[in-house]
């Protein structure tokens, strides 16, 4: 199952988000060997950006970021307005990190939480805040209190096999009706992770609101999808410069890009550079080369 389902409380300013992935999660965590610690944090903003990315009201993508300066460099998570997730972590992989590893220690000091919406035609718009919190959730309640203004309450889960959320958020409204969010946050708070991660989101639902029901819409289906291309790589190379590119390729026979988020590998040797520049820049390096 990977669904994500949205529900709103006709009696209450109230609206609310439940995912659930188990495919897609799989699918990236299969593409490389995540520490424990790490893997959960990567999962559980994998099903932040699943519920965040619901609000996408223009074709794009919602890019969520986790910063750090400790052994855990980067989580970052991509979901677009067409329902398709992807998801990559950096660390320092020559350090021991234990199962039961604090996040917040392994971001160490003066880490950011970073959200960027980069429309398909526009320019982007992005919001940093420092990181605050001992998990992705408190993290991502802080972002969303300091950007949004809106009571939000969050709670995620991950392990090995899938990722579950849930989100909460306060609506504006004339008249601050404070019972009734506190009531709502109080049932949510007795939600386990497991349950989280195994009920689905009629049975979520149901064990937390039977008594004041709220109106469900359709689920979306969600999927494991990467945007790397070749000609997205050659782009990069583009930048690098000819001289660069010539040197790696003049020394290694070729130069090879592995994407983070599936690893698929991109290897250019020295035709395909000679086409992408116009010109025979590897021969040039070369020349230098013997020269020097």
Wanted: a negative charge.
């Amino acid at each position: 199952m990977n669904q994500r389902t949205r529900f709103i409380f006709d009696q209450m300013p109230i609206r609310g988000l439940h995912v659930q992935a188990q495919e897609v999660w799989q699918h990236i965590v299969a593409r490389k060997n995540y520490p424990v610690a790490v893997r959960r944090a990567l999962g559980e903003l994998l099903a932040a950006g699943a519920l965040l990315s619901s609000n996408l009201k223009i074709e794009g993508t919602l890019i969520v970021q986790v910063q750090g300066r400790g052994i855990l460099k980067m989580l970052v998570v991509e979901a677009t307005s067409e329902h398709t997730l992807r998801a990559t972590a950096r660390w320092d992989e020559t350090a021991a990190i234990a199962d039961d590893s604090d996040l917040a220690q392994l971001l160490g000091d003066d880490g950011v939480f970073v959200l960027t919406v980069q429309p398909k035609n526009s320019e982007p718009w992005q919001g940093v805040v420092p990181l605050e919190g001992s998990s992705i959730a408190e993290m991502l309640m802080n972002y969303m209190a300091r950007s949004e203004q809106l009571e939000t309450r969050i709670m995620l889960a991950a392990d090995d096999q899938q990722i579950g959320g849930l989100l909460l958020q306060r609506l504006p409204e004339e008249t601050q009706d404070d019972d009734a969010w506190q009531h709502i946050c109080t049932l949510a708070d007795t939600l386990t992770a497991a349950e989280l991660l195994n009920l689905d989101a009629q049975n979520v639902l149901y064990r937390l609101f039977h008594e004041t029901p709220p109106r469900v819409f359709p689920a979306e289906n969600l999927e494991f999808a990467c945007t790397c291309s070749r000609g997205k790589v050659s782009d990069m190379l583009l930048l690098l410069g000819g001289e660069e590119v010539g040197s790696v390729v003049a020394q290694e026979g070729s130069i090879t890009v592995d994407c983070d988020f599936c690893h698929e590998q991109y290897t250019f040797d020295e035709q395909d550079v000679h086409a992408l520049f116009g010109m025979d820049i590897v021969a040039a390096c070369k020349q230098t080369n013997t020269i020097i």
